[in-house]
């Protein structure tokens, strides 16, 4: 594969799940990884895993919710690569349950902060190096942002997503002209780390196989199967690749088949 030889990416959120599959597949198919994320040791070891002689990988601890570590993050694409030909967003809070009832508006506004508002720290700090040659910008969405699940309630979640997303149409426009694409990828129910938390606790909670809850969701989907991690870090890649260099402003769900839009 070679969708981003010569390109560099920078990859936030960086972590065992969809971060690091996102970096690796940008490695994969040609690309340098500009890795960012708020753990040191998760860092280093992705791009150890990726990359092992460190050619065409770099890393910096970063905070998104910090413009000054955005900055840092953007200067070290640029300082190592020589600029930045696409940033995709991982980064987000996507840990605290919950709906409307029993909210506790503080950590919604934490959410926020982080989900929508670091999201657009970090492009604002990699569009001087984007507005040179033209560019890609990758939201992760979530499905549930258009189609709340039954068995899960992230309101906070889903609502900081859903605005990120509105959030894509506008920066599509003022974008566009310097030739700077921007899309979301939506996943739905992904076989990471994540989901592999919620059934190991859910069949734990019901004392039933593993399986079974697995079954569940799998029964959702019009292909037998849950995508993965890495299904979504390939859409994130083709986004970020020239091969999508008429697409900008649309959301491309990545789930499967389980809504259909």
């Given at each position: 594969?070679?969708?981003?030889?010569?390109?560099?990416?920078?990859?936030?959120?960086?972590?065992?799940?969809?971060?690091?599959?996102?970096?690796?597949?940008?490695?994969?198919?040609?690309?340098?990884?500009?890795?960012?994320?708020?753990?040191?040791?998760?860092?280093?070891?992705?791009?150890?895993?990726?990359?092992?002689?460190?050619?065409?990988?770099?890393?910096?601890?970063?905070?998104?919710?910090d413009e000054a570590q955005c900055e840092a993050l953007a200067g070290l694409a640029r300082e190592r690569f020589g600029g930045i030909d696409a940033v995709v967003h991982v980064a987000a809070w996507d840990s605290y349950f919950g709906g409307v009832e029993d909210a506790d508006f503080t950590t919604w506004q934490q959410v926020i902060d982080v989900n929508l508002?670091?999201?657009?720290?970090?492009?604002?700090?990699?569009?001087?190096?984007?507005?040179?040659?033209?560019?890609?910008?990758?939201?992760?969405?979530?499905?549930?942002?258009?189609?709340?699940?039954?068995?899960?309630?992230?309101?906070?979640?889903?609502?900081?997503?859903?605005?990120?997303?509105?959030?894509?149409?506008?920066?599509?426009?003022e974008l566009g002209p310097y030739r700077i694409r921007v899309n979301t990828v939506l996943p739905g129910w992904m076989d990471g780390p994540p989901v592999q938390a919620f059934v190991r606790f859910t069949a734990q909670s019901e004392g039933v196989p593993e399986q079974a809850v697995q079954q569940r969701l799998t029964d959702r989907m019009a292909l037998p199967e849950l995508a993965t991690d890495g299904d979504v870090?390939?859409?994130?890649?083709?986004?970020?690749?020239?091969?999508?260099?008429?697409?900008?402003?649309?959301s491309l769900l990545v789930n499967a088949g389980e809504l259909m839009r």
């Open positions: 594969m070679s969708l981003l030889i010569g390109k560099t990416v920078v990859v936030s959120g960086v972590g065992a799940g969809l971060g690091h599959q996102v970096a690796a597949a940008v490695v994969r198919d040609g690309g340098n990884a500009v890795l960012g994320a708020r753990t040191p040791e998760r860092l280093e070891k992705s791009a150890a895993t990726i990359d092992p002689d460190g050619k065409r990988t770099a890393h910096l601890p970063t905070d998104i919710t508002l670091g999201t657009l720290r970090m492009t604002r700090a990699c569009l001087p190096a984007l507005k040179s040659a033209g560019g890609s910008v990758v939201f992760i969405g979530t499905q549930s942002a258009v189609a709340a699940p039954s068995q899960v309630r992230q309101a906070a979640y889903a609502a900081s997503k859903g605005a990120l997303t509105s959030a894509m149409y506008s920066l599509a426009r870090a390939d859409a994130a890649v083709f986004l970020s690749s020239d091969r999508a260099r008429a697409i900008t402003g649309q």
